[in-house]
């Protein structure tokens, strides 16, 4: 069974550009969350997508944003790209749950991620 | 706000000793508190949870103790290995499954 798969694992950019990541949740999942991961630090929230609308989204620019296809995979976007761009972005999947079996059963799986290098 | 705070490593280890890795954190209700690791090149693995105060998460000999009174999930496990070398990261959710992060812990296992 695979779990949460992201390309590409590796991409240089400069400054200016635009950069599409993508992500394919593990299998049974409906719910896209994608994290940004600074060099030692931890990962911080960007948005979340299900039923392929925005639900949530964390303190980050209009320059990023995203997608959902019906099939629940989904794209990264960055706008504009900065030096302080340059991290890892983690792609999590989840089953969409509400209230109390949210908090019992729900945990998040990650991909291994999408380095991206803005010169 | 929500936030969590971690311990700074790194923190260096001999095969075998005592490890604990300390992770506090500030929070409005009642959220789930999480372990992450995560190994050299790799994505984050979710390495135990608790869900509501006392509960004790445990898996792989490591395990961490839901504390509501000193708002604290300390990370412990009684003997560790080189293969445990690995970033850890302590994580805070609430209803939304949106996740906060700890800056993370460095351990490194030496044989």
């Known amino acids: 069974d695979a779990g949460v798969t992201q390309s590409p694992t590796h991409l240089i950019k400069t400054r200016g550009q635009q950069v599409t990541l993508r992500c394919s949740p593990k299998s049974g999942h409906d719910t896209v969350s994608w994290y940004q991961q600074a060099l030692g630090q931890g990962p911080q929230f960007i948005f979340q997508y299900y039923e392929e609308e925005e639900r949530q989204r964390g303190n980050f620019p209009d320059r990023f944003s995203g997608h959902q296809f019906p099939n629940y995979s989904s794209e990264l976007n960055v706008n504009a790209l900065l030096l302080g761009d340059s991290a890892l972005y983690l792609c999590a999947s989840s089953k969409f749950l509400t209230g109390q079996d949210l908090l019992i059963a729900n945990v998040l799986t990650f991909g291994a991620g999408s380095r991206l290098t803005v010169l | 706000g929500n936030s969590v705070t971690q311990m700074e490593g790194p923190v260096t280890l001999s095969e075998e000793a005592f490890l604990t890795i300390n992770c506090t954190y500030t929070a409005t209700g009642y959220p789930s508190l999480f372990w992450y690791v995560q190994y050299p090149g790799e994505g984050l693995q979710l390495l135990l949870k608790?869900?509501?105060?006392?509960d004790k998460g445990s898996n792989k000999g490591f395990e961490a103790t839901y504390r509501k009174e000193t708002t604290s999930f300390h990370l412990e496990k009684g003997s560790v290995q080189v293969s445990d070398s690995a970033v850890y990261f302590c994580a805070l959710g609430g209803a939304t499954n949106k996740l906060i992060f700890g800056t993370g812990t460095l351990l490194a296992v030496q044989p």
């Open positions: 608790a869900t509501k105060a006392d």
